[in-house]
T-cell receptor, first 111, second 118 residues
């Protein structure tokens, strides 16, 4: 079956870059996604990358995909206190034809 | 665009009563909506897939008689927690996919409903 793994916690200082890592198992995934969840709220789509891309940049966000190692990362440049949230990595698993979410990485931004 | 509205955002009910949660796609039509449950500090657990005009598909271990899903139109799905008990207290989130999008296009999420059963 499909599985998505993430480290559970990350702390960075304001102004530094944050890198959140994710590994997945379904090699047939066509899209991989990053969602952000603020306390008490639903999930907000941040960005997604198609599997034939290595990198995608959108303002402060950079997504890197290593398809060989099934590794996805999200880099947030100039991290701000408003970036404190839980970040979920997700893949669309062709095996189960469903979205599979990682456990989420809780990002804490220290002043 | 692609806004999903979920109501109520928070509800407290007594044990034994039923609670209905609504999920609406405001600016798009959704043939498929998904209902998730999230326990504190945990990831999302898919409960069921709601298909417009047909029966919902429940994940293994989810009681269909306990969690009634109705997807009567292309913009509305409802989840009714019947005879709620304290162990049903959780954060419930719905998501939807635009009917004109492909099956693996991004999901759009509601803001969730915090259910507390006393």
């Amino acid at each position: 079956g499909e599985d998505v793994e993430q480290s559970l916690f990350l702390s960075v200082r304001e102004g530094d870059s944050s890198v959140i890592n994710c590994t997945y198992t379904d090699s047939s995934s066509t899209y991989l996604y990053w969602y952000k969840q603020e306390p008490g709220a639903g999930l907000q789509l941040l960005t997604y990358i198609f599997s034939n891309m290595d990198m995608k940049q959108d303002q402060r966000l950079t997504v890197l995909l290593n398809k060989k190692d099934k590794h996805l990362s999200l880099r947030i440049a100039d991290t701000q206190t408003g970036d404190s949230a839980i970040y979920f990595c997700a893949e669309f698993g062709n095996y189960g034809q469903n979205f599979v979410f990682g456990p989420g990485t809780r990002l804490s931004v220290l002043p | 665009g692609a806004v999903v509205s979920q109501h109520p955002s928070r509800v407290i009910c007594k044990s034994g009563t039923s609670v209905k949660i609504e999920c609406r796609s405001l600016d798009f039509q959704a043939t498929t909506m998904f209902w998730y449950r999230q326990f504190p500090k945990q990831s999302l657990m898919l409960m069921a897939t709601s298909n417009e005009g047909s029966k919902a598909t429940y994940e293994q271990g989810v009681e269909k008689d306990k969690f009634l899903i109705n997807h009567a139109s292309l913009t509305l799905s409802t989840l009714t927690v019947t005879s709620a008990h304290p162990e049903d207290s959780s954060f419930y989130i719905c998501s939807a996919r635009d009917r004109v999008s492909s099956y693996n296009s991004p999901l759009h999420f509601g803001n969730g409903t915090r259910l507390t059963v006393t």
